[in-house]
């Protein structure tokens, strides 16, 4: 079985060297992801892998798209979302959405991955939930209710994450969070992004 990856270096590590008896093959470039034509399968986890058509691919692609639905791409039924985040491929279930044949079980299986098809909503569950959780340690930072490192301290001592949720934003990207929470705000109000959230990610830029 061979896969193709375009992915950074740290997910292209964790997925090439995660079951020996794959063919991995890296993608440098993107013209290089669609003219690999002897894949058994694709995985694109670009931020805006979403933004590709992969009509010319005829094998099961997975792109990780936590914010945008396969249906407002209108993306082919080869084509399977999945939770690409930093820390999220490592887990031993995947969330995924689309439709699942048996080559798309069967590459999942070579992974050596359990999984759980949902909604093709955006967020699926737990980067809807992380994302809550990370924007309410923002509004209690702009409440002034704590700094950044006892709030990420207070968090993994009193729940056993393994990230404070700041932390975890750093991890994934305070990009990925904010876009998330706006998409998710657009229906949910709930989901609205804080002040000081903002204001870190014009900082950062």
């Not at 005829?58 to 990780?64: D, P, S």
């Not at 439709?99 to 093709?120: C, E, F, G, T």
Request: proline fraction near 3%; hydrophobic fraction near 45%; include cysteine.
């Amino acid at each position: 079985m061979k896969i193709v990856v375009f992915s950074n270096g740290d997910a292209w590590d964790y997925l090439s060297n995660s079951n020996a008896a794959i063919e991995w093959a890296r993608a440098d470039e993107m013209i290089d992801f669609f003219e690999t034509t002897d894949a058994d399968a694709y995985i694109n986890l670009a931020a805006d892998s979403c933004n590709e058509a992969y009509s010319e691919i005829k094998k099961t692609v997975f792109i990780n798209s936590v914010s945008t639905t396969l249906a407002k791409k209108n993306m082919p039924p080869h084509v399977i979302r999945i939770n690409g985040w930093n820390g999220f491929l490592e887990k031993e279930i995947w969330e995924v959405a689309g439709q699942l044949s048996d080559a798309a079980k069967n590459i999942l299986a070579a992974l050596q991955k359990k999984y759980i098809v949902l909604k093709d909503e955006p967020g699926f569950v737990a980067a809807r939930i992380l994302a809550m959780i990370i924007n309410e340690a923002y509004f209690a930072k702009e409440d002034e209710v704590s700094t950044e490192k006892e709030i990420d301290i207070a968090m993994k001592l009193g729940t056993n994450y393994p990230y404070g949720p700041f932390e975890w934003c750093n991890k994934i990207g305070i990009e990925n969070v904010y876009e998330l929470l706006e998409t998710l705000a657009i229906t949910d109000e709930r989901y609205q992004p804080s002040a000081a959230m903002l204001t870190a990610l014009n900082k950062k830029k």
